[in-house]
């Protein structure tokens, strides 16, 4: 199976921060990476799709980036709605979906 | 507007079973592969099992593979994940997610969860 390693597991950031979480997989992936927000209590919600597509209806402050092994998830100008938890998800077509650890953000 | 709705979730003891169902309304259930992820208490997702739109193709996770099974019933827009020889680290919220395209992609919708308990 492919590894999905993400970090920070968490970070605080100040509101208007630029706050940047990486994901690093253990064998080529091309761009089929995704990127969700999961707030306490809630099912996570897709906010990027294959590595730099923003869902619809996903505000600008998040974009998202790499390929291959390497990818980098953003958001511009910190909010304190964005306060959850980040996961990245990968979906080669020959091996089982998996998730990275996730990382959660706080307001410092 | 695309719902998923859980439902079967609760208390079991070890070695148990329990089944749950995911009722899908707003789209068409019948054309989209469907799976199951799992999040137990205060940890990270975890994939469970993929069933493809008309159920010719399933994959399991190796830490349910012979104990879970995934099916469904395009007549009824349900979902269902028969679950046998429960075990404690079975314990989880379980979600019911649509894939957008294909059989495995990006998970565009998902249910609320339901919760299993294995404890005696």
């Known amino acids: 199976d492919i590894q999905m390693t993400q970090s920070p597991s968490s970070l605080s950031a100040s509101v208007g921060d630029r706050v940047t979480i990486t994901c690093q997989a253990s064998?080529?992936?091309?761009?089929?990476l995704n990127w969700y927000q999961q707030k306490p209590g809630r099912a996570p919600k897709l906010l990027i799709c294959d590595a730099s597509r923003l869902e619809t209806g996903v505000p600008s402050r998040f974009s998202g980036s790499g390929s291959g092994t390497d990818f980098t998830f953003t958001i511009n100008s910190l909010q304190p709605e964005d306060i959850a938890t980040y996961y990245c998800q990968q979906y080669d077509s020959f091996s089982p979906v998996t998730f990275g650890g996730g990382t959660k953000v706080e307001i410092k | 507007q695309v719902q998923l709705v859980e439902s079967g979730g609760g208390v079991v003891q070890p070695g148990r079973s329990l089944r749950l169902s995911c009722a899908a309304s707003g789209f068409t259930f019948s054309t989209y592969a469907m799976h199951w992820i799992r999040q137990a208490p205060g940890k990270g997702l975890e994939w469970v099992a993929l069933m493809s739109y008309d159920g010719s193709t399933k994959y399991y996770a190796d830490s349910v593979k012979g104990r879970f099974t995934i099916s469904r019933d395009n007549s009824k827009n349900t979902l269902y994940l028969q679950m046998n020889s429960l075990r404690p680290e079975d314990t989880a919220v379980y979600y019911c997610?649509?894939?957008?395209?294909?059989?495995?992609?990006?998970?565009?919708?998902w249910g609320q969860g339901t919760l299993v308990t294995v404890s005696s």
């Open positions: 997610v649509r894939v957008d395209s294909g059989i495995s992609g990006y998970f565009d919708y």
């Open positions: 064998q080529d992936i091309s761009i089929y």
